[in-house]
């Protein structure tokens, strides 16, 4: 069964460090999300791509934050610095296109520790 | 705006035992659709339903069903005679149709301990 795949799932780091995530979406599936899921929170979207074209990116912290999806297959996520407030579990998810009515599928998420 | 609510943090129940889960939500929109995810230990959440704003028969799928009332602004999800492997955080999500990109709102999540 396709699954998407992240990578690594888990990652400790220190603050003022840069770390980056990896996702590889389902074959096929044009559109891919960047949720970040605080302990105890529902996740929240912070990047979404139709190809390689960022669709929304309002709520992406772009002072540190950057994602990318050169070719409109896998995708990166960076933090530059990282701080206390970063730690969190970050999932990716894709979607065969950006509907509403679509099912998302999410791989099963980096969990980020920043101390 | 556009909001989920579940009110329930965390739920305790024994095993064979009838559980449901709130959500309530919030849009302006009149097309919409919700969603129930199952984010189990392992961390990636796993659809389980979906339903769209003109849609409100109720759905049964195994021990699973859903009840969605519009005139409440609700989409509860019941487990009937629950397992241990039940054990999980629901999350109710929403997505509108005014937002083409498909992007899900999500509730705080329900976590579920289904005792032996």
């Known amino acids: 069964e396709a699954e998407v795949a992240q990578s690594p799932r888990y990652k400790i780091t220190e603050k003022s460090q840069a770390v980056a995530f990896w996702c590889d979406p389902i074959s096929g599936h044009a559109t891919l999300y960047w949720y970040r899921q605080i302990l105890g929170q529902g996740p929240e979207l912070l990047v979404q791509?139709?190809?390689?074209?960022?669709?929304?990116d309002s709520q992406l912290p772009k002072d540190r934050f950057s994602a990318e999806r050169l070719k409109g297959v896998d995708s990166t996520l960076k933090i530059q610095p990282a701080e206390l407030g970063d730690s969190a579990m970050y999932l990716c998810a894709s979607s065969l296109v950006a509907a509403p009515y679509n099912e998302q599928f999410f791989g099963p998420g980096t969990r980020l520790t920043v101390l | 705006a556009q909001k989920v609510t579940q009110a329930q943090t965390e739920i305790s129940v024994v095993e064979k035992e009838d559980v449901t889960l709130d959500c309530v939500y919030e849009t302006r929109d009149t097309t919409y659709y919700l969603f129930w995810y199952k984010q189990p230990p392992s961390g990636e959440l796993v659809f389980l339903i979906r339903r769209n704003s003109f849609d409100e028969q109720n759905e049964i799928s195994g021990r699973y069903s859903w009840n969605f009332q519009k005139s409440t602004s609700s989409f509860n999800f019941t487990i009937t005679a629950s397992q241990v492997v039940d054990s999980a955080v629901y999350f109710c999500a929403l997505s509108e149709a005014d937002n083409q990109g498909g992007k899900l709102i999500f509730g705080q999540g329900t976590e579920l301990s289904v005792k032996p």
């Open positions: 791509f139709q190809d390689e074209s960022v669709v929304d």
